[in-house]
Each structure stands twice: as C-alpha cells, then as structure tokens.
C-alpha cells in the first residue's frame, strides 16, 4: 500500500485559522512532518499546531531542518535529504502531512519538496490551502487589500530597488513580504516615492509579540523578525 504526502497550510500563527479540512488531516496523519530553521528551536508551524498534535498519542513528529540561507547547494542538500526521508515514509504506506505557515503555494518550502516527492513515484498528493500571512495582516489592521479595479501586488522584498520603485509605480496596493533584512533599504524607497505614510508594517501576526504599526518610525529596525510585512496602499490616508 502505498502513502499519501499532504501539504498543509496552517496559516500565519492563530491555531483557529486553521481550515477544517486542514485540523482533519491533521487528525488523520501518521506522521507530521515540520520544517525548523534550527537545531534547538521548535519550527513556528508546529507550535500552531501543537494541541492537534497532542489529540493522537501514537503520531510521528519528524523535524526537518532547513536553515535559513541563500546557499543554494546547502539547500538542494536539505531538500533531497528531506524528501527522501518523506519517500521512505510514503513507501511505508503512511499518510504523511507536511505544514508550512501561511499557504503552501506561496513562498514556501513545501513546493521545493513536491517537486521532488512527484519526481521520485507516483504517490497519492493533496495541497491542502492556508491563510496566507498578508491576508491576516490586513484583517487585523482593518484594511481592504484591494477594491474594485485596483491592482495588488505581492513580492518578497527584492535585492534590485529598481524593481521595488517600478511595482510601487504600477500597482495601488502592495505587500512586501519578508521585509525583515531589507527593512532599512525599503523605507529608503518609500520615502523617496511618498509612501511611507501610506505604509503598514505588521510582524508575527496571530504569534507571540505579533505587532501591526501604523507608524513605521516606531519600528526598530534592529529587532525585524523574518515574518514580518509591509502593506503599501497609495490610497491610504491617516486615519483610515
């Protein structure tokens, strides 16, 4: 009998967003699989989901490491060494499930592996959608993310400013995800364009010292966590 490899969103930090069909999978896992960037931390998607963990004594937790690094060598090694040991898993016939924060499909491990998982056999695969990150961000800072005919457009925060100034131009609403490492570069830009009153920086969101500023000269960019945003609305006003 052969496994099935599930990849399951449980959205940005607050274990209620998970989706139902999620929690059951969850439920009816042999085995969750989480992503840690490091050796003596828990992964941040497994907190989320740590009561759904405890509901079955018998479930495997299998911690997978992947630092955080733009070494691509290093990472193609995490990533096979990974989906090997998923395959071995699959090849047991288990029902495995993958989570990552926010959605699977957006910039996350999780489609690193598929890739992978898809290239070595023909195994049964369900991606199970989360709440992505930028979308609870703007519920809890009371923002529409777009209205009408307006654009919206979703980017990690880029090396080449150029690219930054021209997505700021072209599109009404922006989210600049991973803003942590560029924070002091984005601002620069920002104000540059005069956006950054028309900015929201949110960090952790649903998570402990989660946080959503409206003000972005209260953010101490020394201490900007890798889950962290900015929305960018050209029609934001102060007080809105």
Known sequence: MKGVFYGVGVGPGDPELITLKGYRVLQEADVICSPKSSADKEGVALSIVSEIVKEKEDREILELPFPMTKDQVELELCWEKAASRIIDLLQAGKKVAFITLGDPTLYSTYTYLLKKIKAAGSWEIETI?????????????????????????????????????????????????????????????????????????????GLPGGRVERNLDQVEISKQDYLSLIIIKSSLKTGD
């Open 129 to 205: 959608p989360g709440v992505p990150s930028f979308c609870a961000c703007a519920a809890l800072a009371g923002l529409p993310l777009a209205e009408g005919d307006e654009k919206l457009a979703v980017i990690p925060a880029v090396k080449d400013p150029d690219s930054l100034r021209f997505v700021l131009q072209h599109f009404e609403n922006v989210i600049l995800m991973k803003v942590g490492r560029k924070y002091a570069e984005v601002i620069k830009i920002l104000e540059e364009l005069a956006l950054k009153d028309r900015a929201v920086f949110a960090t952790r969101c």
